[in-house]
């Protein structure tokens, strides 16, 4: 297998992809973990960090490898919350602008929503709560951070340049997030045309965050600012504060998220090209 990464990246990328796809689409569909007591689909990210581990070991690569060094660990995550801080700071002052030109005043909730058996919206407030939703996107990052950012593009750049193998790596991870919408149709939560809308804009919002953190992996030179900002934006933005108006909560949620990732995206590009072009210089 240690031949695969030389030779083969490609095919061993799109075959680990492949693997944790299905074991994602196993749980979305048949487990459906989301709708029980744990309120999030878990299970497949646990099992990619372990499917993840066991290629590691067969290539005989190293967790730092792939970027998760220990040096850096604490700086590049405050980094990576710091800039989806920021960023949100902006778009959420967006969001109540435009509520409050509507007529339609609102103000935050801090609580984590989750969904009971008969799939209705719920409001968490306890602490409990809050613990489990960092701790199980905390799991979800680091998987999804690994795979994508890590080793798919430690892989494919044996090969091909780091564009390229960065804009392989965000196209799979847009692909990755085309399960929710597809899920949603089978459900009858929406109609065949708003699941292809769906599965369009999840697959430009996906791949754009993932070029974005595979950006800050080859910036900081390892994993952790990138898995900092993916976790702000999966707990904090989108699972813990809530803008709720007079026609309910976070109705503009999703252009919330939108215009935070194209600002943090400018600001990663940005600094990108300023680093490529000092290395021109000299």
């Given at each position: ?12 990328c ?12 196993t ?22 960090i ?10 005989q ?50 609580y ?46 044996e ?21 929710m ?14 699941m ?36 702000f ?10 803008v ?39």
């Amino acid at each position: 297998m240690g031949r695969s990464i030389q030779y083969k990246p490609y095919h061993l990328c799109v075959a680990v992809f492949a693997l944790c796809l299905s074991v994602r689409f196993t749980e979305y569909f048949l487990i459906e973990t989301d709708k029980t007591v744990i309120g999030e689909n878990i299970l497949h990210k646990a099992i990619g960090i372990m499917i993840l581990a066991l290629i590691l070991k067969g290539l005989q690569l190293t967790w730092s490898d792939i970027g998760f060094q220990r040096n850096g660990f604490v700086s590049g995550i405050l980094k990576g919350l710091l800039l989806g801080c920021v960023c949100f700071a902006i778009s959420y002052g967006l969001e109540f602008a435009v509520l409050a030109l509507q007529g339609n005043p609102a103000h935050f909730e801090l609580y984590v929503s989750g969904f009971t058996l008969t799939g209705s919206q719920v409001k968490n407030t306890g602490f409990l709560f809050f613990l489990l939703c960092v701790l199980f996107n905390a799991i979800n990052v680091w998987m999804e951070e690994g795979v994508f950012r890590g080793l798919f593009i430690k892989m494919l750049c044996e090969t091909k340049p780091f564009m390229a193998a960065n804009g392989f790596a965000a196209f799979l991870f847009g692909i990755w997030h085309m399960v929710m919408p597809i899920r949603s149709y089978t459900n009858g939560e929406m109609s065949f045309g708003q699941m292809v809308l769906m599965m369009i804009g999840y697959m430009i919002l996906s791949g754009m965050m993932g070029i974005k953190w595979g950006l800050l992996t080859r910036i900081t030179g390892n994993i952790w600012a990138g898995l900092g900002d993916h976790l702000f934006n999966n707990t904090v933005a989108t699972n813990m504060l809530h803008v709720v108006s007079l026609k309910g909560a976070d109705e503009l949620q999703i252009v919330r998220i939108m215009a935070a990732q194209l600002l943090s995206f400018a600001f990663v590009w940005i600094i990108h090209c300023c680093r490529n072009k000092k290395a021109k210089d000299f």
